[in-house]
């Protein structure tokens, strides 16, 4: 025969971190002139299968009881700390001043209150180098007389978004009347 046995087993909850999905790279494109970017808008996406009050964040970022942002080298990025929602506000003068490819990364989190996920946020910037710019030079002289150009009436109306100095002047047109001479 057999005797009956009663067993007592004791199970003990342990809180399972949450996981933070990669999120998709943002890519910006530089072209030869000055741009204009728009604002880029995505999801972080953290999940937690034993708990749905998630906090998302940004590693070294700060902010209030709503969003929380972090400003690098290439534009800034906010982080809606309920939802994940975030928006990279892009910072036109410097990746217009890139001669070359550069990429930019913000460590996004989400929290359980417990355990913290991390994934990387990858901002790839195309960088070109932009054409200098050139506003117009005027002068005004008396008729028959020489008018006389300086070297400084050329580099006071140049600029170049990357620094690149002047280094050669071309003219373009001339008026219907009139001589240009090179002394």
């Known amino acids: 025969t057999s005797l009956p046995i009663t067993k007592t087993v004791s199970v003990s909850a342990v809180n399972d971190a949450p996981v933070l999905?990669?999120?998709?790279?943002?890519?910006?494109?530089?072209?030869?002139?000055?741009d204009a970017f728009q604002t880029q808008t995505g999801k972080v996406v953290g999940t937690d299968v034993d708990s749905a009050n998630?906090?998302?964040?940004?590693?070294?970022?700060?902010?209030?009881?709503?969003?929380?942002s972090k400003t690098g080298s290439y534009g800034t990025l906010k982080v809606t700390i309920a939802t994940g929602d975030y928006w990279l506000v892009p910072n036109a003068g410097a990746i217009?001043?890139?001669?070359?490819?550069?990429?930019?990364?913000?460590?996004?989190?989400?929290?359980d209150g417990q355990t913290t996920a991390k994934a990387n946020l990858v901002v790839n910037l195309k960088g070109v180098n932009d054409a200098p710019v050139m506003?117009?030079?005027?002068?005004?002289?008396?008729?028959?007389?020489?008018?006389l150009f300086?070297?400084?009436?050329?580099?006071?109306?140049?600029s170049d978004v990357e620094g690149d100095p002047q280094s050669k002047i071309r003219i373009a047109s001339l008026p219907a009347t009139g001589v240009l001479k090179l002394n």
Do not use: H
């Open 21 to 34: 999905a990669t999120p998709a790279a943002v890519a910006l494109e530089d072209t030869i002139v000055l």
């Open 54 to 68: 998630l906090v998302y964040g940004i590693t070294g970022g700060s902010g209030d009881q709503i969003t929380v």
């Open 96 to 111: 217009n001043a890139l001669k070359a490819d550069a990429s930019q990364t913000f460590e996004v989190t989400v929290t």
């Open 135 to 147: 506003t117009p030079i005027t002068k005004i002289g008396t008729e028959d007389t020489p008018l």
């Open 150 to 158: 300086a070297q400084s009436d050329f580099t006071s109306a140049y």
